[in-house]
């Protein structure tokens, strides 16, 4: 696939380490793409399960995908204020299809107050020796969650109010275009 441009729309589908589909998002506007990130918009966008439910996302929402760093970051904007949910996962990959990446279970969601909550531990233990994670795997997702919590605690990159504001003005802008 050629590199998205600005306002064009993709689609994310996010993987189990055993290699099945998981989740898939159907129209994420990209607002920006560089050599290492993405950057885009879910907006009451389609989500479909793996058993097939389907669902819209709530509310506008500013997506960073990154090829360096395992995790991604979804910064929820609610009347209440921006609230995270951060996935560990595999960097991204883009192909015709799909951003693509193996969610591992793990997130680290922030409230709009700011309090951090690290979930899913025992899912992320069964699968671990479900799927037989490497110790390699294992070493590089704990010191991703330490990376994650450092650029929450430092307001760093999707973590800051001027970011959110001004990749959620750009997504208004782009969208009054189409």
């Known amino acids: 696939m050629l590199v998205p441009k600005e306002g064009d729309y993709i689609a994310i589908q996010s993987y ?11 129209d994420t506007m990209v607002l920006k793409t560089s050599e290492y990130e993405l ?17 819209l996302t709530r509310e506008p929402a500013i997506i960073y995908f990154h090829k360096r760093y395992w995790f991604n970051i979804i910064a929820m904007i609610r ?18 299809e799909a951003l693509k990446y193996i969610d ?17 531990v025992d899912e992320y233990e069964a699968h671990a ?3 037989h994670y490497s110790a390699e795997v294992d070493h590089i997702l704990k010191a991703n969650v330490k ?14 109010k001027e970011y959110v504001d001004i990749w959620y003005n750009r997504y208004l802008e782009l969208s ?3």
């Open 16 to 26: 189990k380490h055993d290699g099945s589909l998981h989740r898939t998002w159907r």
């Open 39 to 55: 950057i885009g918009c879910n907006d009451h966008t389609l989500v479909t399960e793996s058993d097939g439910r389907r669902w």
């Open 79 to 96: 009347e209440s204020g921006v609230a995270y949910y951060c996935n560990l996962a595999s960097p991204y990959v883009l192909d015709k």
């Open 104 to 120: 591992y279970d793990l997130d680290v969601k922030v409230f709009a107050n700011g309090e951090k909550r690290l979930l899913d």
């Open 129 to 131: 020796q479900q799927w």
């Open 147 to 160: 990376i994650l919590v450092d650029w929450i605690n430092n307001k760093r990159g999707p973590f800051s």
């Open 176 to 178: 009054h275009r189409q």
